[in-house]
Every structure is written in C-alpha cells, then in structure tokens.
C-alpha cells in the first residue's frame, strides 16, 4: 500500500472522529494512530529505543 493511501485513510479516520465525536475524539484518534505508527517502525526495524535517547554532539548538529 503506498504512503499516499495510507495517508488518506488515516485523514479520513480523523476527519470521522472529529465529526462524529467531537474534538476529543479526533486529538485521541490522532494520538492513537502516532502511537501505533512509531510501534511499528520500531516493529519493522527503523527505529530504535536509543534513537530517542541518544545525546547528539556538538559536530553531530546539522542546520
């Protein structure tokens, strides 16, 4: 499934919650789906509990 679908369903599942359940709703949903996003890159291997952790240097910083 490419990206651009993905992205249209996850706004067409926002855009129902905020509809139907109100604003709340859609900040839950929206949370919900960051969660279940960041699972599974680290599911697939594209992330790593480190990669929030980790201090950058001062030669590390880009601009």
Do not use: C, H, K, T
Not at 16 to 33: P, R
Not at 43 to 51: K, N
Request: glycine share 20%.
């Amino acid at each position: 499934m490419s990206m651009a679908v993905v992205g249209m369903v996850a706004g067409m599942a926002l855009g129902f919650a905020g509809y139907f359940g109100g604003f709340g709703a859609f900040l839950l949903v929206a949370a919900l789906g960051s969660i279940g996003f960041i699972a599974g890159r680290f599911l697939d291997g594209d992330l790593e509990p480190g990669d929030f952790f980790r201090s950058r240097e001062r030669g590390d910083r880009q601009r």
